[in-house]
């Protein structure tokens, strides 16, 4: 098993750090670090999509107890996550993932990504906005969309782009009346 992704940014108070989990979210009430919360290591945990902040206790320092938390996001992080519950709450998982990680990045380019259904394992989004003819939209439904869920939700077998829908212009004469 690989080691997940996981990066640690100080902050300008010396006894917190934020742990910046690409794609995961921890349970709130992940057992790792309550433990470090019932001995005293930790005074505070705030849990959040994608980012973990860890508040030492005033005795402690992370050159001492920094590696226990480590390891303990480590621990908790390489744990499968419980799936959704229904086939709702996991289109809405997705619909959030997709919106926090990858819909900024089209947006960015004028596009836009949405979640359209999720169905016996397959997603399905449409590209709408500068996204809906790009060229790269392939790569970025392989590369980004497809990679970011699948990770995350590994009962998902297929990401797929809807099918183009096209718009047909009718041209009426103009009948003046007689």
């Known amino acids: 098993m690989s080691a997940p ?6 902050t300008s108070d010396p006894h917190l750090i934020r742990w910046v989990t690409p794609g995961r979210e921890l349970p709130h009430d992940c ?6 919360l019932a001995d005293g290591t930790l005074r505070h945990v705030e849990i959040a999509p994608g980012e973990v902040r860890t508040r030492l206790a005033e005795d402690r ?8 938390v480590r390891s303990a996001l480590f621990l ?3 744990a499968p996550t419980p799936g959704p519950s229904s086939a709702d709450e996991l289109r809405r998982h997705i ?5 926090r990680e990858v819909a900024p990045i089209a947006g960015a380019h004028g ?8 169905v016996d394992g397959v997603v399905t989004v449409d590209f709408g ?3 809906a003819g790009c060229t790269l939209r392939g790569r970025t439904l392989n590369d980004l969309l497809a990679d970011a ?12 782009a809807a099918p183009k829908r096209r718009t047909w212009l009718t041209f009426a004469r103009n009948r003046r009346a007689q």
């Open 31 to 36: 057992q790792e670090l309550g433990a470090l």
């Open 5 to 10: 992704p996981l990066h640690p940014e100080s």
């Open 129 to 131: 906005g500068a996204c």
């Open 95 to 99: 619909t959030e993932l997709v919106e």
């Open 61 to 68: 320092s992370w050159s001492v107890d920094g590696p226990r």
């Open 111 to 118: 596009g836009s990504i949405t979640v359209e259904s999720v």
């Open 149 to 160: 869920v699948q990770t995350r939700y590994p009962q998902i077998r297929e990401v797929r």
């Open 76 to 78: 908790a992080l390489s």
